[in-house]
């Protein structure tokens, strides 16, 4: 069995680091930023506002921990 080699990336949106899939932003079409910023701008063209897209993005990492 090959053991997974997993790279650590760094969002050019917000900075963090992250080891996902990258996401091409919506905002420009070019750049890849991190999954939880793709969800933030997905959200944010729905109208959610800030504070409701961060409880929807802490509900999805709580259901990926699980």
């Known amino acids: 069995m090959k053991a997974e080699i997993r790279t650590i990336k ?3 949106k917000c900075g963090g680091r992250y080891g996902g899939v990258p996401v091409l932003s919506r905002e420009d079409s070019k750049s890849f930023i991190c ?3 793709g969800t933030r701008e997905a959200l944010e063209q729905m109208g959610i506002d800030k504070q409701e897209q961060q409880e929807i993005i802490k509900t999805i990492h709580r259901c990926y921990r699980q």
């Open 10 to 12: 760094i969002c050019p």
């Open 35 to 37: 999954p939880d910023c």
